[in-house]
């Protein structure tokens, strides 16, 4: 018997697609049904290791984390990665096939359904209930031919859909009466009933408009979720969030992060942004680097040479170099590490343009970026403080020189990153390390600051989730949604 299936589409990118999903496959989990995420197609920076060596989207991660599952890659077995406004790279089944501009993927992108629909048939062979993610819109019909990540899917694939509209942007009622109104009549009869995301206030006051979207679309109506703050303490995958949370909320230890335009894996974050002593805060482009902070984090980016152009566009080198010539702390986290060597070569262009550069000259390292891409999760510990550390490493490029023998972390007899005779440098391939508790509460008290020693990264994340879970079925007719899942090859009633 293969799996019920059901798709979740938006009106548009950022409607709560990803975190409603995560909710479901947490709802399905407490009621025993084995559930597995989908997402056909992925675009973004933030991944997660597999344990095969590949790689997915960091929401599915999180999502297979609300079913109770390691990361597969068959959970998102096509990722785009940015690596400028029109190149990107492609990864399928996890691994790398290699780069091309938008108009050329675009055009050929139909030719990996075969491929979506072989990881698809996996997961509905081991599972009882498989949960479709779509991407960004179905009512950009611009895009409808050769699709896979929408209407294209689930047409091929027989899966009904729910439809998402996101009230806090405002437009609610227009933006899904006209998803009706744009698509395919053969894609519309595909939508079994949408949901309202993110209402502030009382939901009776938006009874009216409810009434009317379910007139005018013919589709019920399974819920309107209200705005649920624990989605701020769950990973998040697109870098619209970093725009929302730019201000620290107070701590005696200042953390600074500047954004860079090809930010990868910027929920590495997450642990010190909950850390009740510690105020973080991201720097955004055009602003200086506060004098006042204590530690500076370069994050991994998409594309090394790229960001550490804008960084100095934007004149942060400066200020890096000054704080920490003035003795204050920087870590640098992949590409950010990447940054602080004296040089990055990239010959043949693997991470973006082919080409060179000086770095900050930080630490007296250097990268160079080589065909060989590393993905796979990794434990260790800390090379000074021996406390254990899990994380995973994506990364093209090998770094050498003399302060790696200084290493941060041994992860299984291999040394990884490097330190600065002081100490008050850093740099790690390591993704994740602050979410490994006795980790990041020894590096903040050498950083100056008080951490909290109640504090569990990890169980923040799993109670997240259960009150996720628990708004989302306590705003949501759960039996009826759930009851529109059917066995792949569904097709709607003829009209």
């Given at each position: 018997m293969t799996a019920k299936t059901l798709m979740l589409q938006g009106t548009g990118s950022d409607v709560g697609k990803s975190i409603l999903t995560a909710a479901i496959c947490r709802i399905a989990k407490r009621r025993g049904l084995s559930v597995a995420p989908f997402k056909p197609q992925n675009m973004s920076n933030n991944a997660a290791a597999c344990a095969s060596g590949g790689e997915i989207g960091r929401a599915q991660a999180l999502q297979a984390l609300a079913c109770g599952l390691a990361p597969d890659t068959d959970f998102n077995p096509v990722l785009l990665k940015p690596e400028t406004d029109r190149r990107a790279q492609l990864i399928v089944h996890g691994k790398t096939v290699g780069a091309m501009d938008a108009a050329h993927y675009m055009a050929h992108r139909g030719d990996l359904l075969e491929r979506v629909m072989e990881s698809f048939n996996r997961l509905t062979a081991a599972h009882d209930l498989v949960l479709v993610e779509g991407a960004g819109s179905p009512s950009e019909i611009n895009l409808r031919a050769r699709d896979i990540a929408n209407m294209g899917f689930a047409r091929r694939a027989g899966v009904p859909v729910c439809l998402i509209g996101d009230i806090d942007k405002g437009g609610v009622i227009a933006s899904l009466v006209g998803a009706k109104a744009v698509l395919d009549e053969d894609d519309a009869a595909m939508i079994t009933g949408f949901l309202v995301n993110k209402f502030r206030g009382?939901?009776?006051?938006?009874?009216?408009?409810?009434?009317?979207?379910?007139?005018?679309?013919?589709?019920?109506?399974?819920?309107?979720?209200?705005?649920?703050?624990?989605t701020a303490y769950l990973p998040a995958e697109d870098a619209v969030v970093l725009q929302r949370s730019s201000a620290g909320k107070g701590g005696n230890l200042l953390v600074v992060a500047p954004m860079l335009s090809r930010m990868a894996n910027f929920d590495d974050a997450d642990?010190?942004?909950?850390?009740?002593?510690?105020?973080f805060k991201w720097v955004a482009p055009g602003q200086p680097i506060p004098r006042a902070a204590d530690v500076i984090i370069l994050f991994g980016t998409k594309s090394t040479l790229g960001d550490l152009a804008f960084l100095r566009q934007q004149g942060w080198d400066h200020d890096l170099i000054a704080h920490a010539r003035a003795g204050g702390r920087v870590l640098g986290v992949c590409g950010g590490y990447q940054m602080l060597g004296r040089r990055i070569s990239d010959p043949d262009g693997v991470d973006g343009c082919p080409g060179e550069a000086h770095g900050l000259g930080l630490l007296e390292v250097e990268t160079l970026m080589t065909c060989h891409k590393q993905v796979a999760p990794v434990s260790g510990q800390c090379s000074q403080s021996l406390s254990p550390v899990a994380g995973y490493e994506i990364h093209t490029g090998r770094t050498t020189g003399r302060d790696t023998e200084r290493p941060m972390f041994d992860l299984a007899g291999t040394f990884d990153g490097a330190r600065s005779a002081s100490g008050r440098i850093e740099g790690t391939y390591l993704h994740g390390a602050f979410s490994s508790d006795a980790f990041r509460r020894g590096w903040l008290e050498r950083a100056g600051g008080a951490p909290d020693a109640g504090f569990s990264y990890d169980a923040s994340v799993e109670n997240a989730l259960d009150q996720l879970a628990d708004g989302v079925e306590g705003s949501v007719d759960i039996e009826s949604l759930l009851s529109t899942a059917r066995h792949p090859g569904w097709q709607p009633a003829a009209r």
């Open positions: 009382d939901p009776a006051l938006f009874a009216d408009g409810m009434r009317a979207i379910e007139e005018k679309t013919g589709w019920p109506c399974f819920g309107v979720v209200p705005w649920l703050p624990a642990p010190l942004k909950q850390e009740p002593g510690v105020d």
